[in-house]
């Protein structure tokens, strides 16, 4: 099975810090993808990556970067966090039958 | 681009049916899938359905698609309380751009 491992379940930070969100896939999948989770929104697409170095705009990708140095690591930056920023974040990898997500990391922006 | 649309909210007893539907706007979607999300978990993957379908069966789950009215249904017999989650519907195919594009979510409550 693939697995998606993102490295924190519950982050705290102050508003303005500059916050690194990490995800590793182990099954070598070209395509990556960086979701935010809010009630009564669904998920809404952040950025994705179809291969290393390679990034696109998602939905909403203001107040956000990524990076996608390695094939398994897929990162969302948020270079000065605000409190409209606190939400679920979730990463996915993308295989045929489907996207396998991680367990989600919850950011609380304060 | 494309728009996928769910109710919020289900409830239903332990032992009936559950019908939870969900609507899209591409009709060049390719895959359609269900996703259930247990409380503080991520997604996982439950079923999915190629748009060349019409009906699809896993267990006690039925995945029934009208790809001319553009309809998903997930139907969940004899529903159990662990059953109560979010269940997501998505779409994806070329007229996404290659993304998968998520519904609300609808929160499905199982009462005794």
């Known amino acids: 099975d693939v697995k998606v491992t993102q490295s924190s379940r519950y982050l705290v930070k102050r508003t303005g810090e500059k916050v690194f969100l990490e995800c590793v896939q182990d099954?070598?999948?070209?395509?990556m993808f960086w979701y935010r989770q809010d009630p009564g929104l669904g998920l809404r697409l952040i950025y994705f990556?179809?291969?290393?170095?390679?990034?696109e705009k998602g939905d909403i990708p203001e107040g956000y970067s990524v990076s996608r140095e390695k094939k398994e690591r897929f990162s969302l930056i948020l270079e000065s966090a605000s409190t409209n920023q606190t939400s679920m974040y979730l990463c996915?990898?993308?295989?045929?039958?489907?996207?396998?997500f991680g367990s989600g990391t919850r950011l609380t922006v304060v | 681009g494309e728009d996928v649309e769910q109710s919020l909210f289900l409830s239903v007893r332990e032992g009936d049916s559950s019908v939870i539907n969900c609507t899209y706007t591409?009709?060049?979607?390719?895959?359609l899938y269900w996703y259930k999300q247990e409380p503080g978990a991520g997604l996982q993957l439950l079923t999915y359905?190629?748009?060349?379908?019409d009906m699809k069966q896993d267990q006690r789950l039925t995945v029934l698609l009208n790809k001319k009215d553009k309809h998903l249904s997930l139907r969940i017999a004899d529903t159990q309380t662990g059953d109560s989650a979010i269940y997501f519907c998505?779409?994806?195919?070329?007229?996404?751009?290659?993304?998968?594009?998520f519904g609300t979510g609808t929160r499905l409550q199982v009462t005794l």
């Open positions: 591409d009709s060049s979607s390719t895959y």
């Open positions: 099954m070598d999948h070209e395509n």
């Open positions: 990556s179809y291969d290393v170095k390679m990034k």
């Open positions: 998505a779409a994806w195919g070329p007229g996404t751009a290659s993304k998968l594009t």
């Open positions: 996915a990898s993308r295989q045929t039958g489907g996207y396998t």
């Open positions: 359905i190629f748009s060349n379908m």
